[in-house]
Each structure stands twice: as C-alpha cells, then as structure tokens.
C-alpha cells in the first residue's frame, strides 16, 4: 500500500455550528492532501437551531435535531476533540483548550454561534450554568437539559407555574407557542402553566414585515399568553414571599393563592414585579468572555469582525463565521440562514488559503425567507417587509419548512457505513483512495511538491514530506528524532520518586530504581494501536488500561516504561503529536502515583501506545488479590460497564452515535484504582480486571483457578448505552470471533442466543472494570462504597458456587 499522505498543515475549527459541519462536509467530499481538520467542541450532539421549537413542541425527537458532530468527522477524517476553548495564543498559533495540552494551527477558523450577554440584570448569575437562576436559549445545549428539567417540574406540580420568556424577537415567540404546545399534551388542562412574553420592544419581530409581527401578537393573545411590550429587565432574584400578580404586572402580598406560594424568581422592571418559577431569555446574545483578550478587532456586542473573505481584520490566518461573525462591509442580523450558506465560501476560502491562492470575496443576499412556526404544525412566511400569513397556507408552509429541514438534517446524519464505503464515492475509503492517489504525484521526477502545496512549505517541510512518502528503513532507522523527541518531552513532569535514582530525563540507556526492602516488584506490560483520533485522550486510556492489572492485583503502582509508535511527517506535527501523547499518559501515571522513567518512540504506520508496568505489594502477599481466591458462596461484582468493544467497532464503521462512543470513553478514563481499594477493604477475595478476553474469558480464568463454578444473572449486567443496539445490528469486535469459542464453557448456551446481551458476555474491554469476588456480607456495603465513589454503573452481577460434576464452570440465568 502507498503511504498515507504525510500532515504538513493543520485547519482547525473552534465550536460545531452550521458554517463547520457544511466545511466538514465539503472536505471530506474533496480532502486537501496534507491537510489535517481538527475539530474543538464541547458538543458532541451539535443542535440545528432552525428545528429547536419543533424539538420543543414534541414533532421531532433529540436526534431529529442534533448533527452527530464526533460521527461527521469521522466521516471526513477529522480529529475531535470534546472540550471547549478558554484562549487563542496568536503569537505561537495555538488554541488554548480547558483540562488538556494546546492545539496548534496554521488556519483557525471559529464559529460558535453567540453566548448570552446578561451581566447587566442584577442577580442573573452565570445563565450557562445547569443552577443558574434563569435559563437562556443559547447555547442550545444548556437550555436543552434546562427544558427537560422544566418537563419534568411540570408535570409533577401540583399547581399551575409560572413560566415567563425575556424576548420579542422570532425566536422567542417560536419557542413560547412551541412549550405551550407541548405542556399541552403532557398536562391537564387545570394545571397547564401560565405563560408571559416580555419584551422591551414596542411590537413584536420588528425586523420583519408590521404584519407578521401583529399576526404573531393576536397568535399570543388567542392562546392566553400575556405579552407586556416596553418593559426592561434589571434585576432577578429569588422570591422571599408569596406573591400574586395582577394583570397589569404590579404585585401584592398573598397567601391564599396555591401559584403564589411556588414562585422561585421575581422579574424586575422599572416599578413592576413578574413572578416566575422559570424564566427564559430569548434576547440578542454576544460573543464569547474569552475573544476579549485574543486582540482581535470586535464589534459593540463582542462579535468577531471580519472581512469579506471571512478572515478577521487583525489576523489573516483566522476566520470566523456564523452567530460570532460580523462582516463589516454587509451586517446582516444574526440568522441560521447566513452560517448554512457561509459554509461553502469558508470552505473555499480555506482551502485556497492553505495552497497559498488568492481568496475570494463572500457578499450575503440582503433579504431572505424566514419561515416561523406557530407550535402547532403550522408556519407563517416572512421575507424582507413581505409576510404570508394566510391561516389557509399556514399547514402548507409547515410541511415546506419540515421538508427544507430535514433535507438539510440528512446531508449530515445519513452517512455511509464505513462497510459500504468503498463501493460509495462519498465514502472514506474511497476519499482516502483518492487522497493517497494524489500523494503520490508529490514526488515528480523534478522533485518538486504537488503546486497547490509547494508555496506554502519551506524546503525543509519539503524533503520531510517527501522521506515520509518514501520506503522506509527499519531498525534504529524507524526511531523519532532525537530533537523532536526532546523537546517533545521536555515538557512532561513525571512524578518524583525518591526511588528513582535514574529516569526520564537523564541522558542514559536505562533507568535506575530502587526497591523498598520488604517489597516484591509485581510486573505487568500492555501495547495497543489507536482507536481514536485524540491523542492526549488516547494515551489517558492506554496508561489507564495498562495499570489495571496492577489494580487488579493489589499492587501499589511505581514504575513505568512507555513504548510508542508514531505515524512518519513532518517533525513540526510530529513533534506535538508525540507531546500531547505523552501528556495523557503521564496525567494518568501522575495521578496513580506511578513515575515515568523512559521509553521508546519509533515510526509506524499507525499510533500506538504501551507500557511496562512496576507495581509494589508486601512480600508476605498478604494484601495480593489473584484470580484463584474465590469462594462457594462469595457474590460477583463488576465495577463498570460492559461495551466497549462493540462501541468501537461500530465508531470505525461509522454506526455509533457519538453521545455512545462519549460514554465509552468516559468509562475506559475512570481510573480503577479506587475501586481496588474499596473491594479490599470489603475482603475481596479474588479479582482481576475486564479486558481483551472479555467478562465471561476472565471470569472462567478465575473459575479454574479457584477450583469454583459461577452463576450469571445477565439482565444485572452493566451495559454502556448504545452497547446492544450495536450488537443487535451484528457489530462486534474483531476479537469476538476468538472470545466467542469459549462458549463451551457456558452450562446451557442454546437457551442464551436470543438474548440481547448474550454476544456482550464476549465483548473485549478497553480500560474495563475490575471483576471481584466478595464475601456475602460484604457485598451491598461494598456496593455501595463503590457507588458513592463514582463507580455508577458497579453491580453484583452473579454468585460463586460450589465445582459440579458438568465440565462447563459457568452457568448464566435471565
């Protein structure tokens, strides 16, 4: 096989919104060879605003809404990485990210929609927070968790509550008619809460036509929602006593009134009072707190200034699009309309940036079609000063407006299954065919670079590139570079050790560690190849896998030696590769007490990581739980959740949801060494940790050591969310077919095969939990020791019982 096409240029997209999943899309139709997209969002579900009251009113489901942001660049081969931005480091081109090493770029581009600006209303704290006092639409993902929460307040009150929305603008109205639409199938009619609208306008939608915006107003008033039109809000706080509320907005003491009594907020204005158990904000928003102290240029409301190329005015080398931009010479009002159709010239733009061509200048439409729903399946249309409001059109519009949608919804959710790709010309086989194809026309007999790359690598980019292209030689030869390899971990802080007395950082062959007297070294090693595109989340998992059989074990962790392959390139991408690798690693390494003190780093075609383990136990082995210890009668507990293997498999083929594989990796970075300490102090008398073998592979490995028989109850087993939809649809790992042959050791297996976590029993773990025997009396105290500590998905999962005559140990019930 041709060489993979080595990175010389990294794109990165800060934020999920509709401007980054179209550039997404258009790259991974056409890839730029050498280019490397990095996707940073906190979001893996990222929301489509124009479908959000249709969410809200109960037509459509979560997914209905939300583009699969982790499944769409692994899609068009983009990294993903699941945190959010705190700074932009211009001088170095690096994207400063919360709880995890900086991302360097050559093109940034950033579209994260706008944040809410309520600093200067009194008492209305952070309203991103899940706890704040009110809720503001944006970001959609908070207010999303906030409407379920609200869902649920209503439907268990026992009183009508008060819900007030702060905004005049179309999203405000379309979002109020869409939560009385939906209170109104969940509730009875003699509890549906009473709604207000405030706003601090004179009418309602003033940037569209007079008469939609009346049509709107008489919409409210038919369905019993109070408008109150000129108000300004400056203050929210917590109610002290019971109020009730007149029609007009003033308020007077009550305590007859059964609403009063359950007012949480009250809502100020100049010389009125709004009560409130929930308040919302529909109101116009800013940019983000953090764009402040980039340097660059913004407008009045913190947005990003931008030329007509989408570049920001202070930095050619940065481009915003969306809710966060603002194009100086067109202002538009900020509508998901303007981010759809910014997509394709940022696309473009970046593109022809990153081969070193001349960009092209973007002019947005002055006037443009909004359809706004009114809750119930109907729409009115609104364009520039025109408006359709005809109650016979209305349905109609509705149906276009679904239609348009979903249509828009699909391109980004119905992707091919990576099985199928290579026979899609869409797919990522036949990109990746595409792109090594193209990379092959680098190396001409000239020497010289494909054009579109040449202006834009130094000579020295160029001959690295061309040697990662080349066949290379193995031995010493497929060894990292000494300086890339130095100053890559030159930054790493591997935890003290006085026993260390020769480690990482010293110019030797070897390290040097001492042993405690009365202690005896428990070794252990584990190697494996990338399974996700993060590399500092990779190496968490791989140090965090690999100190599971010290844990599994009782042992202290002291020691490790890391062995890693790298992928050939360019050593500028090379270089923070292998730092952000080793950075996950040492964290993790850190956290568990256990120091660094060498390696290997060698090139390979794929990213891989290991380590071998030194582990400390008493030499009396007195506190040392092997797999052979376990008793007649002693209870089965598991401290996480089964899946993985299945969840993995199915992200590689592009049939995962990413919320799924989210949950996945969640669980293989906890950390098992806390769940070891609480099974030993409940008298665990065996355990080991739930890995390539699977749970029923390791579970007979302790069987036959312990001279014991097991019992199953398959429905008690943990199951990572997604995990048996995933085998349901025949997606397993490709160790399965290995574990799957010790099905012989199953008392009975022809009564299991229909159920649905019967192939789970075979999944291979990634960074599973700790598998244990503990005493009967033991068991629920430990339980829920392990509960307490964060080990939710920990369950008893069977009994150990006495060796019968059948040669099968194990038998499971259901």
Not at 288 to 309: H, I, M, N, P, Y
Not at 367 to 394: H, K
Request: charged share 20%.
């Amino acid at each position: 096989m041709p060489a993979q096409a080595p990175v010389v240029r990294d794109i990165v997209l800060i934020g999920g919104g509709h401007s980054h999943v179209g550039v997404l899309m258009r790259f991974a139709m056409q890839p730029e060879p050498g280019v490397r997209l990095t996707v940073i969002c906190r979001d893996t579900d990222t929301p489509y605003s124009g479908m959000l009251p249709g969410y809200v009113a109960g037509h459509y489901s979560f997914d209905d809404v939300h583009i699969d942001l982790r499944r769409l660049c692994q899609f068009a081969g983009a990294r993903f990485y699941r945190t959010h931005v705190t700074a932009i480091d211009r001088e170095e081109q690096r994207v400063i990210c919360h709880a995890r090493p900086a991302v360097g770029y050559d093109l940034l581009s950033i579209n994260i929609g706008s944040t809410p600006r309520l600093d200067h209303i009194q008492g209305i704290g952070d309203p991103e927070a899940l706890d704040a006092p009110v809720v503001a639409v944006k970001p959609i993902s908070t207010f999303q968790q906030r409407w379920l929460n609200l869902l649920e307040r209503a439907r268990a009150a026992q009183h009508p509550l008060e819900i007030v929305l702060v905004g005049g603008g179309a999203g405000g109205v379309e979002l109020l008619l869409a939560i009385q639409q939906r209170l109104a199938h969940e509730m009875p009619a003699g509890l549906l809460p009473r709604l207000t609208l405030i706003t601090r306008g004179k009418r309602l939608l003033p940037t569209h036509a007079t008469e939609v915006g009346d049509m709107l107003a008489a919409t409210l008033r038919e369905r019993g929602i109070t408008v109150h039109f000129g108000e300004e809000i400056n203050a929210v706080e917590s109610a002290t006593e019971a109020l009730a509320v007149s029609t007009l907005g003033s308020t007077t003491p009550s305590s007859t009134t059964p609403s009063a009594r359950s007012q949480r907020l009250l809502i100020s204005t100049s010389g009125k009072h709004y009560p409130a158990d929930e308040a919302i904000w529909v109101t116009r928003a800013g940019g983000a707190r953090w764009l402040e102290q980039t340097g660059l240029s913004l407008d009045d409301d913190g947005f990003l200034k931008v030329r007509d190329t989408l570049q920001t005015l202070d930095d050619a080398a940065i481009f915003a699009a969306g809710d966060i931009a603002h194009q100086v010479n067109h202002p538009r009002e900020k509508a998901g309309v303007f981010a759809v159709r910014q997509s394709r010239p940022l696309a473009d733009n970046l593109r022809r940036a990153i081969r070193g061509e001349p960009l092209k200048d973007y002019v947005p439409q002055t006037r443009w079609l909004a359809l706004i729903s009114t809750g119930d399946r109907a729409a009115i249309a609104s364009r520039g000063r025109l408006g359709v409001i005809s109650p016979q059109l209305r349905p109609w519009l509705w149906r276009w407006k679904d239609h348009i949608d979903h249509k828009f919804m699909t391109r980004f959710n119905d992707l091919p299954s990576m099985q199928n790709a290579s026979a899609n010309r869409g797919g990522l086989l036949a990109l990746a065919e595409r792109c090594r194809n193209a990379w092959q026309a680098l190396a001409g007999a000239s020497g010289r670079l494909h054009p579109h790359l040449t202006a834009e690598l130094d000579e020295q980019e160029a001959r690295q590139a061309l040697s990662a292209l080349a066949m290379r030689c193995g031995g010493c030869g497929a060894k990292v570079g000494a300086n890339v390899l130095s100053r890559a971990l030159a930054s790493l802080s591997p935890l003290e050790n006085a026993d260390v007395l020769v480690g990482l950082h010293a110019p030797d062959d070897a390290a040097i560690v001492r042993v405690p007297d009365g202690q005896a070294l428990v070794h252990s090693v584990d190697f494996f190849r990338a399974f996700i595109d993060d590399p500092y989340l990779f190496g968490r998992i791989a140090a965090n896998h690999a100190l599971g059989d010290l844990y599994a074990m009782g042992a202290r962790p002291h020691t490790a030696t890391a062995i890693a392959t790298v992928p050939q390139g360019v050593e500028r991408k090379i270089e923070p590769l292998v730092r952000e690798l080793m950075q996950g690693a040492t964290d993790v390494l850190n956290a568990a007490g256990c120091s660094l003190v060498g390696g290997h780093t060698g090139e390979g075609q794929e990213l891989a990581l290991g380590f071998a383990l030194n582990g400390l136990v008493d030499e009396s082995m007195t506190d040392v739980t092997c797999k052979g210890g376990m008793q007649p009668g002693e209870v089965l507990l598991l401290t996480k959740a089964l899946g993985t293997g299945t969840l993995l498999a199915a992200h590689a083929r592009l049939e995962a949801r990413g919320r799924w594989i989210d949950g996945a990796l969640d669980s293989m970075q906890q950390s098992s060494q806390q769940a070891a300490d609480i099974l030993r102090a409940h008298h665990a008398s065996a355990s080991t940790d739930v890995t390539g073998f699977g749970l029923l592979g390791h579970l007979v490995e302790m069987t036959r050591a312990s001279g014991v028989d097991a019992e199953l109850d398959i429905t008690a087993l943990p199951i990572l969310d997604g995990a048996e939809d995933c085998v349901a649809r025949g997606v397993v790992s490709s160790l399965q077919p290995a574990n799957l042959r010790l099905k012989r050791a199953l008392k009975d297996p022809q009564t299991l095969l229909d159920h649905p976590r019967y192939p789970l029993l075979f999944d291979p773990q990634t960074a599973g939990g700790l598998l244990a025997s503990v005493p009967l009396a033991h068991a629920e105290p430990c339980l829920a020791a392990l509960k307490a500590a964060g080990y939710s998905a920990s369950a008893i999962i069977g009994r150990v019982r006495e060796q019968g005559d059948a040669l099968a140990p194990i038998s499971v019930t259901r």
